[in-house]
């Protein structure tokens, strides 16, 4: 019979807060708001405490735990995931992060020419001790900006940019992907497509120009816009623009907790 080292006593008397399985790749089904579904590739963490007279934990537990979950990635399934780690592996807490590129078909303004656009969307999921699941929704969406200084100031042009915007939210019932990129990009001097003609080139650098925002602009107008969803009950938002002119990134970052 093989020594499982795992279960072997440990005297330093210090637990650990997180081990586990970094960077697993795994292929996920998530949801989509237009056509039901979407499959896609994901990177997993996945985490559980360890008390202070344990060695190990055991790591191939995670992934035979990830290999049992068929339904796509929802707040339900993610919940269940982190209570059968903490059961499996005798855990108090239990944490996992998913992260994956989502796609969604975006038109262009004026010739209608249709592109994937890729969105980076992480989903963060902890269990403490009992308490209710706590869920983080991420989604980084890529936006244009105009320098409402360099726009003031120039006899003709202004310098723009591109930039993301990262926003995470806390909710109480299910909140759609497509619903916080919607929200980002009317926040922005303009949206960014995957397919522009050049009809689409001159609508989007108009619009762009006569939309300048900084990035205290950006991230303030994301904010109100969550702060007036109801169901939206913490989130973070940050801006940062890649500036073209400067050797330097310009950043904002708001937090709010609602109550």
Known sequence: MLIDMQNQPDFRNIP????????LKHPVIVRDKANGSQSTVAEVNMYVDLPHQCKGTHMSRFVELLHTVNTPVSLNSLTNILEDMKA???AKSAHIEISFPYFIEKTSPCTQSKGLMDYNCTIVGSSNNGKKADMVLKVAVPVTSVCPCSKEISEYGAHNQRGEVLVAARFHKFIWIEEIVNLVEQAASCDIYSVLKRADEKYVTEKAYNN???????????AKALIEDANITWFSVSAENFESIHNHSAYAYIEHSRG
């Not at 300048?212 to 994301?222: A, N, S, T």
């Open 16 to 23: 650990i807060d997180k081990v586990g399985i970094k960077g």
């Open 88 to 90: 499996s592996l005798g």
């Open 212 to 222: 300048p925002k900084f990035v205290e602009d950006i991230v303030r107008d994301v």
